[in-house]
C-alpha cells in the first residue's frame, strides 16, 4: 500500500513540479551557478543542491510521521482509529478545493505567512548567500522546505496520514523524486515550458491535491492496513499489499 | 487568468488581486517568502529562471593579491621571497599546526610556513612568480582553515569563535541529555516490558536528537574529517567522525529495521563530551598564551590617562589599547611606564636597565623621554604619550624576540616528527582493535577503536614542547633576561665550554678605589683634584671622595697626558699620577707605599702616587675589581657541567689576577676579536659553546658561539649580536639563565615522559576493552591540561646560587 502511494505521490509530483520551477527555479539557479561553471562543478552543485533539498524533504516526512503516528497513539487512547489520516486527507482535499475556488474568482481569506519565518527564511538566505558555492548550495536545499508552499505541505499532510515517520519519510523521498527532472533542468527550456503551462498549472496541482486527498481516504481510511510501526522500511515498501499479520 | 487575477510577483502563476500597497501579488505563501528571501540575497542572484543565462561568472579576485595590500603587509627580499604575516583560524590542537607548517610539501611556491598558535598567526615565505597569496588562501581553505590580514578585529573574532563553541556546546548538551532520557526510558522498558509501539517512538525519538547532534555541533568533526580529506592529510577529526558516523549509522539503521541495539544517548553524549574536552584544551592554551605574551610580561596593562581641562583634571584607569598618541597618563613610582612618551611634569628617576643596559637610574625630568617598560623609581610623573602599544620601543624590542622564538629547538624538531607520527600510528592501532573486537559485533569494536582514538593525545608532544619554550622565554623577560629562540634554552641547558669576557662581566667594569695607604683627609684632596678628570683612574679617585668631607677645591689643575694631575691647594702643591711622576717631583720614595704599590700593581691594579711639596704622601690601588658573587657563579655553574673560560682582550696579567681570584683554571689575555672569534669557532666545533661578553665589542664571538649572551650595551644592539642579553647587572642572572634553561629542559623530558606513559597505558585499556569512549572523551582533555598546566606552574627561572 505504501508502495502505491509513494508512486502515486512521484507521478503527482512529477505533473505538479512545474509549480517548482516557478517558485524555487531562481533558487535553484542560484545554488548551482558557480565562479567556475564546468560541467562537473555544475553537476556536483546540483547534487549537493539536491541533497540538501532531499535530506529535509525526508526529515518533514519523517516529522510528519511521527506527529500522525502521535496523533493516531493519542486518539487510539480516546477510542478513534486513523485520525491522522482522516485530517490529512480532508485539510489537503479542502487546500485543493480552496485553490479552485480562487482560480474560479471567488475570494476566500489566505493565511498571512508569519513573520518570524520570513524574516527566518530571508535571513538564512541571506547567510547562505555569502556562503562559498557548495555551502551554500546546499544550504539552499535545506531551507527549500522551510517555503510555505503548498504543493509541499499537501505532502508534508499525506506524510502525516501515514501515521508513520518511515513511510512519511518514504512519501517525501518519493516527492522530491518527483521534482527533481524540473528543478536539476532549471533553464530556459523548463521557463518556456512553464511559461505555456502557467495558466492551466493552479487547477492542475489543485486537482491533485484533491486527488492526493481521496487517496489517503480511500488507502488509509477506508481500507485500514494497520500496519506495526516497528515493520522496517524496507519490508513496508517491498510490501505492494497490506501486511500479513493485519491481513490476517 | 480569472477576473481579477494578477500575475504572481515571484513566479508568474495567476494569483489572486493583492490588498497590499504597490500591487504586489503572490499565488501562495511560499511565493511571498521566495520573493522576500531573494530580495535579501546579497550574491549575485542570476536572471529569473525564464531567462537563459549561460554568461560565465567572473572571476574571483582574492583581496590577499591586491598589490596594495601587499605593498602594505609583506616584504620581498633581493632572492625574490616574499614575506608576510598573517591571521590564520579554524586551528584548534598541534596536528593543525602540522598541517598548515606542512604547506611547503603540497604547495609549489611556498618556501616556509610557520605558526604562531597562541597567536593565531602564519608566516609565510612564497615566490609571488610561482604562486599567489590568493591560492594559498584557497589551498588553506580547503584543509579547514582561514587567512586573512592581522587586524585589531582579531579579539573579536576570538570571541565569536568562543560564543560559536559555546552554542555548540549547548545544543550538545541539549541533545546529550534528551538522548539519555529517552534511553533511560528504553533501558526502563527492556527490564519492565514495553509495547512496540512506544519502544519504535522513544527510538525515533533518540534518532531525531541524535541527528541535531550530529548535523550542528558535531558537524565540525565532519568539517575537520572532510578537509583533511579533501587536502590529503591525516587529523584526530577524521577518526573521531568516522565513528560518529558509524555509531549514528548503526543505531540508525537498527531504528529503520526496527531490529539491533542503538546507541543515540552514547553518541549524542561522545560529541558533547569531545566539544566540552575540546572548549577546555582551547581555553587552557589561550590561558597560557596570554600569561606568556611577552609584552604583557614588561609593560602594565592599563594606564592612568589625565583627562579634563586644566583645573578639573581627573585620572581614570584605562587599557593600554584605548591610549592615544598626545594623552598624558599618570606613572606613580614604582610603577612601569605603559607607553613611550616624554615628561610634562615632575621629576624622578627612570631605571631603564631593561633597554639601555644601565645599572643606575637616571634622572629625568620635563622634556626628558621616557619608554614602555622602564620603571618610575621616585616620584610621580605625568607623560604625554609619543607612542603606545606596539609602536614602543619596547615592544618593537620584543617583536624581534617573539620573531626569533619561532627558531625550533631540537627537541621541539624532534616531537614535531614524533607527533606527526603520532596520528597515524593511533589510526593503525585503531584499525586493528577494530579488527581484534570485531568477533564480538562490529559495535563492540567500533566502540573500542573510537575509545582509543579518543583517549590517546599528542597534546604533550605537540603542544606543551613549544609552550615551555615560549613559557620559558617570557617568564625570562619578566627578569630581565631576553632570550632569542628556544634552541638558545636547549643549547644553555646541555653543558659545555662557557667562555666569559673579563672586563664588565667577571669585574664590574669600572675602575674603582681598592686600596688606599696614607692619610684620608688627603684622599679627599685627591679627590677633588681629580673632579675634572676624565681618565678612568681619576674618574675612580674622584668617585671615592662621595663618602668623605668635602674638601676644598684646588686650584691651577694641571693634567699632564699619560702622568697624572698636578693643583695647587693652598699653599701646598699636590701631584697624583703614574710611578713615573712620582720619581720626577718627589725628593725621597717612602719605601714601605712604594712596596705597597708595586704589590698592588701584582695584583693586576694600577698604582697611583701621591706627592705633596716633593714628598710621598699616600699610594693608591686603582682597579677593576672582581665581582663579589664570581667564584661562587664560577663554581656553581661547574658543578652544572659547565668548563669556564677567561677569553679578554685585556693585558694577561689582569687576566691572570682575575682568574685566580675567580677560580677559573684556563684563560686568554690580549686577545683581539678577531682571536677571540677563532678561538670560539674551534671550540664550537668540539662541542656546545657559550660566549659571555660585549654586545659590541664581542659581537664576532658571540655569534661565532652556539649561544651568545650580552651583558653590555643596549638591549637592541645586544639581541642583534647574541641569542641572550642580560640586562640586569652581575653574573646572578648568567645564574639564573642557566639553571632556568636546566629545569626547561628538564620539565619537557618530564612532560614527554609523562605523555608517552599516558599514551600508552591509555591506549592499551582502550584497547583491552576496558574504556568507554565517553570516559575516554572525559580523560583526554585531563591528559593535556596536565601537560599545560604543569608547564604554566613551572616556575623557571628563579634561583641564584
Redesign the interface.
Known amino acids: 500500500m505504501i508502495l502505491s502511494l509513494c508512486i502515486s505521490t512521484f507521478l503527482a509530483s512529477l505533473l505538479g513540479s512545474l509549480h517548482c520551477a516557478g517558485m524555487c527555479g531562481v533558487f535553484a539557479a542560484i545554488a548551482t551557478s558557480s565562479l567556475r561553471p564546468s560541467p562537473a562543478e555544475r553537476l556536483r552543485l546540483t547534487v549537493l543542491y539536491s541533497g540538501g533539498r532531499l535530506a529535509s524533504y525526508v526529515a518533514l516526512g519523517a516529522v510528519s510521521g511521527l506527529a500522525g503516528q502521535a496523533l493516531d497513539l493519542g486518539a487510539a487512547a480516546s477510542g478513534f482509529t486513523d485520525v491522522a489520516a482522516t485530517v490529512a486527507a480532508a485539510v489537503v482535499t479542502l487546500a485543493g478545493l480552496s485553490h479552485l475556488a480562487t482560480r474560479a474568482g471567488i475570494r476566500l481569506p489566505r493565511l498571512p505567512v508569519p513573520g518570524p519565518l520570513l524574516r527566518f527564511v530571508g535571513a538564512g538566505h541571506r547567510l547562505a548567500g555569502d556562503w562559498p558555492p557548495a555551502a551554500r548550495a546546499t544550504a539552499i536545499g535545506l531551507l527549500t522546505t522551510l517555503l510555505p508552499c503548498h504543493w509541499l505541505y499537501t505532502f508534508a499532510l499525506t506524510s502525516a496520514g501515514t501515521a508513520d515517520p518511515i513511510a512519511g519519510a518514504a512519501v517525501m523521498a518519493f516527492f522530491w523524486l518527483g521534482t527533481l527532472p524540473t528543478l536539476v533542468a532549471a533553464g530556459a527550456t523548463i521557463s518556456r515550458f512553464a511559461g505555456r503551462g502557467q495558466s492551466f498549472m493552479p487547477v492542475a496541482t489543485a486537482t491533485l491535491m484533491i486527488g492526493a486527498g481521496v487517496a489517503t481516504i480511500s488507502l488509509r481510511v477506508l481500507r485500514p492496513c494497520h500496519q506495526s510501526p516497528s515493520d522496517s522500511l524496507i519490508g513496508t515498501l517491498l510490501s505492494t499489499t497490506c501486511h500479513g499479520s493485519a491481513a490476517n | ?5 494578477l500575475p ?1 510577483t ?5 494569483s ?2 493583492s490588498d497590499a500597497p504597490g500591487d504586489r501579488a503572490f ?8 520573493h ?11 536572471a ?6 549561460d554568461r ?5 579576485p582574492s583581496p590577499l593579491d591586491d598589490p596594495t595590500f601587499l605593498e602594505e603587509h609583506a616584504s620581498t627580499d633581493d632572492a625574490g621571497i616574499t614575506r608576510i604575516e598573517l591571521a590564520i583560524r579554524g586551528m584548534h590542537c598541534a596536528s593543525c599546526v602540522w598541517r598548515v607548517e606542512a604547506l611547503p610539501e603540497r604547495l609549489g611556491g611556498v618556501y616556509e610556513a610557520r605558526v604562531n598558535f597562541r597567536r593565531g598567526r602564519l608566516q609565510l615565505a612564497f615566490d609571488r612568480g610561482r604562486v599567489s597569496l590568493g591560492e594559498v588562501a584557497r589551498h588553506l ?1 580547503r584543509m579547514g582553515y582561514d587567512i586573512g590580514p592581522v587586524s585589531a578585529s582579531a579579539a573579536a573574532a576570538r570571541v565569536a569563535e568562543d560564543h560559536a563553541a559555546m552554542i555548540r556546546m549547548a545544543v550538545a548538551g541539549a541533545c546529550a541529555g534528551n538522548a539519555m532520557l529517552l534511553a533511560f526510558a528504553l533501558y526502563a522498558g527492556l527490564f519492565d516490558g514495553m509495547q ?2 512506544y ?3 522513544f527510538r ?1 525519538g533518540s534518532l ?1 536528537v541524535t ?1 541535531v547532534a550530529l548535523l550542528w555541533p558535531g558537524m565540525v568533526f565532519f568539517r575537520g574529517a572532510w578537509a583533511g580529506l579533501r587536502s590529503g592529510s591525516v587529523n584526530l577529526d577524521g577518526p573521531i567522525a568516522l565513528a560518529l558516523l558509524a555509531g549514528g549509522a548503526w543505531s540508525a539503521a537498527s531504528t ?4 539491533g541495539e542503538v546507541y543515540f544517548d552514547s553518541v549524542s553524549v561522545l560529541i558533547f563530551a569531545l566539544l566540552v574536552g575540546r572548549f577546555i584544551q582551547q581555553r587552557q592554551q589561550r590561558w597560557a598564551a596570554d600569561s606568556v605574551e611577552l609584552l604583557f610580561s614588561l609593560t602594565p596593562r592599563t594606564a592612568r590617562r589625565v583627562v579634563g581641562s586644566a583645573g578639573d583634571e581627573r585620572v581614570e584607569r584605562v587599557s593600554v589599547a584605548a591610549i592615544e598618541t598626545g594623552d598624558i597618563v599618570e606613572v606613580a613610582p614604582g610603577e612601569s611606564f605603559p607607553i613611550d612618551g616624554e615628561i610634562v611634569s615632575g621629576r624622578t628617576a627612570v631605571d631603564a636597565s631593561l633597554l639601555t643596559g644601565e645599572s643606575l637610574p637616571r634622572t629625568c625630568g620635563v622634556g626628558d623621554e621616557v619608554f614602555a617598560g622602564a620603571v618610575n623609581v621616585s616620584a610621580t610623573v605625568r607623560c604625554r604619550v609619543t607612542a603606545s602599544g606596539a609602536d614602543t620601543r619596547v615592544a618593537r624590542l620584543m617583536a624581534l624576540v617573539e620573531d626569533a622564538s619561532g627558531r625550533k629547538a631540537p627537541i621541539v624538531r624532534f616531537a614535531d616528527r614524533v607527533g606527526g607520527c603520532f596520528l597515524l600510528a593511533m589510526i593503525v592501532l585503531a584499525a586493528a582493535t577494530f579488527l581484534l573486537w570485531l568477533g564480538h559485533g562490529v559495535h563492540v569494536a567500533l566502540e573500542r577503536a573510537v575509545s582509543l582514538l579518543v583517549v590517546t593525545c599528542p597534546c604533550a608532544l605537540g603542544l606543551a614542547t613549544p609552550l615551555a619554550f615560549t613559557l620559558a622565554i617570557g617568564r625570562a623577560a619578566g627578569r630581565g633576561i631576553l632570550i632569542k629562540g628556544g634552541d638558545a634554552v636547549q643549547h644553555l641547558a646541555a653543558g659545555g665550554t662557557l667562555f666569559l669576557d673579563k672586563t664588565g662581566t667577571l669585574t664590574n667594569g669600572r675602575m674603582e678605589l681598592v686600596h688606599w695607604s696614607g692619610p684620608v683627609p688627603l684622599l679627599a684632596l685627591v679627590a677633588a683634584a681629580e673632579r675634572e678628570s676624565s681618565h678612568p683612574v681619576g674618574l675612580a679617585l674622584a668617585a671615592a671622595a662621595d663618602k668623605l668631607p668635602a674638601a676644598p677645591t684646588p686650584e691651577g689643575v694641571t693634567h699632564l697626558p699619560g702622568e697624572g694631575v698636578i693643583a695647587q691647594t693652598g699653599s701646598s702643591r699636590l701631584a697624583v699620577g703614574s710611578e713615573r711622576l712620582a720619581r720626577r717631583l718627589a725628593h725621597v720614595m717612602d719605601p714601605g707605599l712604594s712596596a705597597a704599590a708595586h704589590a698592588w700593581a701584582g695584583e693586576g691594579l694600577t698604582p697611583v702616587y701621591v706627592v705633596v711639596d716633593g714628598d710621598l704622601r699616600a699610594v693608591a690601588g686603582v682597579g677593576d675589581q672582581v665581582r663579589e658573587e664570581a667564584p661562587s657563579v664560577i663554581r656553581s655553574l661547574e658543578r652544572r657541567g659547565w668548563a669556564c673560560r677567561i677569553l679578554s682582550g685585556d693585558d694577561e696579567r689582569a687576566v691572570a689576577h682575575v682568574a685566580r681570584a675567580c677560580g677559573v683554571g684556563e684563560w686568554r689575555g690580549g686577545a683581539s676579536p678577531e682571536t677571540k672569534m677563532a678561538i670560539i669557532k674551534e671550540a664550537a666545533a668540539k662541542g656546545n659553546t657559550v660566549m659571555v661578553g660585549d654586545g659590541v665589542n664581542d659581537a664576532g664571538a658571540l655569534a661565532a658561539s652556539h649561544v651568545g649572551v650580552s651583558v653590555h650595551g643596549g638591549a637592541e644592539a645586544s639581541l642583534a649580536a647574541a641569542d641572550v642579553y642580560l640586562a640586569k647587572p652581575g653574573l646572578h642572572p648568567l645564574f639564573t639563565l642557566v639553571d632556568g634553561c636546566e629545569r626547561t629542559l628538564r620539565m619537557i623530558r618530564w612532560t614527554l615522559a609523562a605523555s608517552s606513559v599516558y599514551n600508552v597505558a591509555a591506549a592499551a585499556v582502550a584497547m583491552s576493552g576496558h574504556m568507554h569512549p565517553i570516559v575516554a572523551a572525559l580523560v583526554m582533555p585531563l591528559s593535556s591540561l596536565t601537560a599545560v598546566s604543569i608547564c604554566v606552574s613551572s616556575r623557571f627561572f628563579r634561583s641564584e646560587p
Open positions: 487568468m480569472a477576473a481579477g487575477a504572481c515571484h513566479c508568474g502563476a495567476p489572486p488581486t499565488c501562495c505563501g511560499g511565493c511571498e517568502v521566495a522576500a528571501a531573494l530580495s535579501q540575497l546579497t550574491c549575485p542572484v542570476p529569473p529562471v525564464h531567462v537563459a543565462d560565465p561568472p567572473p572571476a574571483e581553505s512496540p509501539i519502544r519504535e517512538a525515533w531525531a541527528g529503520i529495521t526496527g531490529r
